[in-house]
């Protein structure tokens, strides 16, 4: 895989900033878009096709909240959501993970934190491109994040 493509989703003009620059700086990261909140995100992401969204899930403007990120899921299912947020919680942490996010990512550890992130979903993307066909296995098989 060449690159992966990342759209950005907070409602912080600044942070979205913030957030492309640094993705911008990693080899092989490609942002195709930031999108500041919308009443027709789910369909805006379903249009622009990201390898993994970044997902503040305390953007006042997302419909549904965490609630987004199994609809997220529903119309995309192999994209790798990354949940972000102010609110570090156990409570938070596990919302999100129920609801389908790959991983959770406190705004306050953005810096590490998702430079790790994005080199463990370019491993697991890695490998599951050098994984046989499903055509020639005789189960299934669920990769997690």
Do not use: C, W
């Amino acid at each position: 895989m060449d690159s992966l493509t990342v759209l950005v989703v907070d409602e912080n003009l600044t942070f979205l900033r913030i957030a492309r620059r640094f993705l911008e700086e990693i080899e092989g990261v490609v942002v195709i878009g930031t999108i500041q909140g919308s009443d027709d995100l789910l369909e805006r992401v379903q249009m622009m096709r990201p390898d993994v969204v970044l997902l503040d899930i305390t953007t006042s403007d997302l419909p549904g909240g965490i609630g987004f990120i199994s609809r997220l899921r529903g119309v995309l299912p192999t994209v790798k959501i990354i949940a972000l947020t102010l609110i570090n919680t156990d409570g938070y942490r596990q919302a999100a993970l129920e609801a389908g996010a790959d991983m959770f990512l406190p705004k306050a550890d953005m810096g590490i934190g998702l430079l790790s992130a994005i080199q463990r979903i370019r491993q697991i993307q890695r490998e599951a491109s050098q994984q046989p066909s499903p055509h020639s296995s005789t189960g299934s098989q669920s990769v997690g994040g």
